[in-house]
Nanobody, 121 residues
Framework: QVQLVESGGGLVQPGGSLRLSCAASGTIFSIGIMGWYRQAPGKQRELVATIFEGGSRSYADSVKGRFTISRDNAKNTVYLQMNSLKPEDTAVYYC???????????????WGQGTQVTVSS
């Protein structure tokens, strides 16, 4: 049984910063790709950033230069540092992790429940 729990969302003014965290718990053998997605009202869920176990990263064009994804493998946690926030960043942010529960199990994707980020003056 695996659970992902996000935290760190909230209300911030344009130009402000927030740091999101997502911790995985339960029976975990290994974690591969971890990522952050977001979904604004009336829009499709979109990929924001991903990070591989070895540290390689990728970002959506809309957040490049402003957001930084990182991970702490010892804590089974992925972070999203969000700087220079804009109103268009307002969305529910979800984390996803590719997890193997046992060495002989296939990797599966797990999702957190989401955390609200609102950027408004």
């Amino acid at each position: 049984q695996v659970q992902l729990v996000e935290s760190g969302g909230g209300l911030v003014q344009p130009g402000g910063s927030l740091r999101l965290s997502c911790a995985a718990s339960g029976t975990i053998f290994s974690i591969g790709i971890m990522g952050w997605y977001r979904q604004a009202p009336g829009k499709q869920r979109e990929l924001v950033a991903t990070i591989f176990e070895g540290g390689s990263r990728s970002y959506a064009d809309s957040v490049k230069g402003r957001f930084t994804i990182s991970r702490d493998n010892a804590k089974n946690t992925v972070y999203l540092q969000m700087n220079s926030l804009k109103p268009e960043d307002t969305a529910v942010y979800y984390c996803k992790a590719e997890i193997k529960r046992r060495s002989f199990f296939a990797a599966e994707d797990y999702w957190g429940q989401g955390t609200q980020v609102t950027v408004s003056s």
